[in-house]
């Protein structure tokens, strides 16, 4: 355990502006508000500096976010390239090592951890000795807060309750995991209605046969590597696609595609930051992905930028299962598209204007990013 937390302790949270992943963040975050645990998540522009940490310009604003909020815990989330993310994590120290800005130097930061993929978290506790403790994203939240240094008198009684369903629910699932009876179950027969696995194949026409056949639910895996590399993510992707599909056991494939995918698909990319998910880069990559699902139905996120002629690519590439857009999200607010709210909104509803003229379903992807990023229950 972690040395204990005291009244004066406060948890920085830092990601960097290339990671656009933030559920972690806002959980770690929302687990210690409940506890009464003071807790400071980076805003843009230090997330941003913490692209370039060694930089002056960028290593004021992290020195000044630490001071102003008076952070004693410093937590280092990447959840991209472990190779990459530890490097950047290493710069970081260094840094903070030349501004002296840990404790033994005179300076406020008392502990640092780090979370990202657990070949990341190796990695980081191999070449960055100051880390305390690491975090790979499988932990439940007893031990979240344990590696943190929250004792048990510190968790509400609702949050006791909580965190006892999440064990039993990890002790469900282990439980299965040791049995094991899941090996032996074979893959639905999904053929045997007009369409199957061919360009007109739906999901409506899915759904109906396995509720005809009795053999509901249809399944799905969402997907997408992430690799420095983009060719090399690529054919990673297709060969995980047609072994999947081989398989036979699942219907849908989810295509997690990069943050340029959907915010700058068809442009130069150069060397802008990917953002994690797989960076398919034109029409015929898409179509590819189509042709190695067999027989599976596909789909992918929307885009964020030109999200009608995107929904229009999706259809006519991987014959897109169902459209699911966000509305309110990836856009200025959350610096994740390049439009404002009501231009987004525009966007948004033209792409809901085609995805009605192909009959199409359509998923309002609404609620859990609302929840994401730190809204109430009533609000989600």
């Known amino acids: 355990m972690a040395d204990s937390w005291s009244a004066s302790d406060c948890l920085g949270i830092l990601k960097p502006g290339v990671d656009a992943h933030v559920l972690g963040v806002t959980s770690v975050a929302g687990l210690l508000d409940e506890c009464g645990c003071a807790v400071a998540v980076a805003p843009d522009e230090v997330c941003r500096a913490a692209n370039r940490p060694e930089s002056g310009p960028e290593s004021d604003a992290i020195e000044r976010w630490v001071r102003e909020k008076r952070i004693t815990r410093l937590g280092f989330s990447y959840r991209l390239n472990p190779g990459d993310g530890v490097a950047l994590f290493d710069r970081l120290v260094r ?10 130097q005179g300076g406020p930061v008392v502990s640092l951890y780090f979370a990202g993929l657990p070949e990341a978290c190796r990695l980081a506790r191999e070449r ?19 590696r943190l240094g929250i004792r048990q008198s510190m968790v509400p009684q609702e949050t006791g309750k909580a965190l006892a369903y999440d064990r039993d629910r990890m002790s469900f699932g282990e439980e299965i995991v040791r049995r094991a009876d899941y090996l032996r179950v074979q893959p639905p027969d999904r053929t045997g209605y007009p369409g199957f696995a061919e360009t007109s194949d739906t999901l409506v026409a899915r759904l109906d046969h396995a509720a005809r056949t009795g053999s509901l639910p249809l399944t799905r895996a969402h997907m997408g590597p992430y690799l420095p590399d983009r060719g090399e993510a690529v054919r990673l992707f297709l060969q995980w696609t047609r072994d999947i599909a081989a398989s036979g056991h699942l219907d849908i494939l989810s295509i997690g595609t990069s943050q340029l995918t959907q915010a700058r698909f068809g442009e130069p990319w150069g060397d802008e930051p990917n953002g ?9 990559e898409f179509a590819d992905v189509w042709r190695a699902a067999r027989p599976m139905l596909v789909r992918s996120y929307a885009g964020s930028k030109g999200l009608a ?5 999706l259809d006519e590439t991987i014959h897109n299962a169902w459209h699911a857009l966000s509305l309110w999200w990836f856009c200025r607010i959350d610096n994740r598209g390049p439009y404002s709210l009501q231009e987004n909104l ?7 204007r ?27």
Request: glycine share 10%; charged share 20%.
């Open 95 to 104: 840094q903070l090592e030349r501004r002296r800005l840990f404790a033994g």
């Open 128 to 146: 960055v000795p100051r880390v305390a403790a690491c975090f790979d994203g499988e932990e439940t939240p007893s031990e979240t807060l344990a």
């Open 276 to 284: 994690g998910g797989v960076p398919l880069a034109s029409a015929r």
């Open 309 to 313: 002629v995107i929904a229009r690519m």
């Open 346 to 352: 525009g966007q948004q509803f033209a792409a809901l």
């Open 354 to 380: 085609h995805v009605a003229s192909v009959g199409k379903p359509y998923e309002p992807n609404v609620p859990h990013h609302f929840a994401f990023r730190g809204a109430d229950d009533a609000t989600c």
